[in-house]
T-cell receptor
Framework: DAGVTQSPTHLIKTRGQQVTLRCSPK?????VSWYQQALGQGPQFIFQ???????QRGNFPDRFSGHQFPNYSSELNVNALLLGDSALYLC?????????FGPGTRLTVL | SQQGEEDPQALSIQEGENATMNCSYK?????LQWYRQNSGRGLVHLIL?????REKHSGRLRVTLDTSKKSSSLLITASRAADTASYFC??????????FGSGTRLQVQP
């Protein structure tokens, strides 16, 4: 049984570009959450998807958007990238209370 | 924003010693979870303690929760070099969006 998977592992973009990150949840999980983790900090909640709809959102601008597909996989899109968007982006899936995290995508914005 | 704050920020001990990390939070919670992160990779779920529980054990891990003081502690007994990692507490107010602290960096010297 595969755990949470994320792609790509690393990504380098320049300011102003757009990026799409992908996440496949653990088998049997229907809820996907995205977190941003800046260097040396704890993860910060971006948003959560359930039944293909955004259920909750953290304090992030509209440049951050997402999508959940019928197979429960999810995408995180970030438009008009800023230097400050450089971070590790973590996806977590859950079917109950516990959240299981993927290995993350390291985004570097130059 | 970070709800939880871990203390200490960094901890260095010898193999075989016990390591204690503390977490404080600000609002009422449904549960509190502890995670481990190795070298900026994905988070590994360690233990979940619900708001109506005071203590929980899992192998060499012992977690306590004091809701009156809004604090929790994680004790790792008989530490090993492989326990070297960052440890985060995360609170869930019942909405399944975790709020993380800034973490404790644990270094276990062999």
């Amino acid at each position: 049984d595969a755990g949470v998977t994320q792609s790509p592992t690393h990504l380098i973009k320049t300011r102003g570009q757009q990026v799409t990150l992908r996440c496949s949840p653990k088998s049997g999980h229907d809820t996907v959450s995205w977190y941003q983790q800046a260097l040396g900090q704890g993860p910060q909640f971006i948003f959560q998807y359930y039944e293909e709809e955004e259920r909750q959102r953290g304090n992030f601008p509209d440049r951050f958007s997402g999508h959940q597909f019928p197979n429960y996989s999810s995408e995180l899109n970030v438009n008009a990238l800023l230097l400050g968007d450089s971070a590790l982006y973590l996806c977590a899936s859950s079917g109950g209370t516990k959240q299981f995290f993927g290995p993350g995508t390291r985004l570097t914005v130059l | 924003s970070q709800q939880g704050e871990e203390d200490p920020q960094a901890l260095s001990i010898q193999e075989g010693e016990n390591a204690t990390m503390n977490c404080s939070y600000k609002t009422s919670i449904n549960n509190l979870q502890w995670y481990r992160q190795n070298s900026g990779r994905g988070l590994v779920h360690l233990i979940l303690i619900r708001s109506n529980e005071r203590e929980k054990h899992s192998g060499r891990l012992r977690v306590t929760l004091d809701t009156s003081k809004k604090s929790s502690s994680l004790l790792i007994t008989a530490s090993r070099a492989a326990d070297t990692a960052s440890y985060f507490c995360a609170t869930d107010t019942g909405r399944r969006a975790l709020t993380f602290g800034s973490g404790t960096r644990l270094q276990v010297q062999p």
